[in-house]
């Protein structure tokens, strides 16, 4: 037995003669709704966009080829990476940290520069003070003004932030510039790619690279932290064992001077027991110099290297907002939701 098949086909021709008598109409909404749609859109501030991209060195164990080659074939060569890896924590964290408090305030006392060179300040002051933004944005913070009363804020954008104390202007620009800060990290490869959006080409490009050589930093400061902690420890002792010799040594030569003929087998035993010390503190001090060196060695072979794969750049063309797609969307809809309106009009 055949189903009977209820999906009846769109009757283009029986559409358009019911439209047709109506499309007046269209020679007004479409052009208006161009028009209408274009002002708006051009009312918000154009941006841009500048992407870094880099490879930290993966510290840890090597992996066989064999396994790796089949790791990476199925997409798991960076996770088997962060396996090997002697890292605390994956690069998963990154994202977290740049968008965090911490590394916010790092950046805020970067100096930019706008490309027409009118604005040379530190990024905060940019940041609070030279943002365009959409008329109604601005209608809509003056109604607010009215009922709230208007915070001062005297940071001269020199000084770095206290992050612990911040007022609620300084929350907002904090808010602001975390929005303009991407971090995505390729599972795959481990590549990094940071992204920064700004109304400003040449304030985005100083800030994706102001960005990345932070988070570079902190990369090295965490990867070499208890290494930097043994050197120091060590660079420390060192000193204090080396004016111990000195000491020691010093002693042993002032009483070695003041005897020049043969003496009491008393003075003989002093002078054996200062030359005595003096060994000792010594092998002390040589040992301890040694073991910073290795120390030193263990710093530096704890210390990333990094592989920028793509710097930064200033953009040439804005990356939004899109007028010309936006407005033709919006004509497409309109002309969608006018035929309907008009079709259930003729029933």
Known sequence: ????????????????KKLWPHRKKYYYVLPATLIITYLIIVCIPRYYKCTVRLAPEVSGVNVSGSLSSLASSFGLGGSLAKMNSQDAISSDIYPDVIQSKNFIAELMTVNVETKDGKTKSSYYLYLRDKQKDAWWNKVTDTIKGWFKAAQKDDYTGAEKLDIFGLTKKQSDVFKSAAGKLDCNIDKKTEIVSIEVTDQD??????????????????????RTNKARIDYEYYQNLCKESEAEYNKAMHRYASFSDSYHKPVLASYSAKETTLENEMQSSYTLYQGIKAQMQAAQAKLQEATPAFTVIESASVPTKPAGPKRMIISIVMMILSFFMLSAWLLMKSE
């Open 1 to 16: 037995m055949e189903e009977k098949n209820d999906i009846k086909p769109i009757d283009f021709t029986s559409i358009v």
């Open 201 to 222: 080409p040449l304030v985005c490009a100083t800030m994706a690279n102001a960005t990345c050589e932070k988070l570079q930093q902190f990369i090295v400061d965490y």
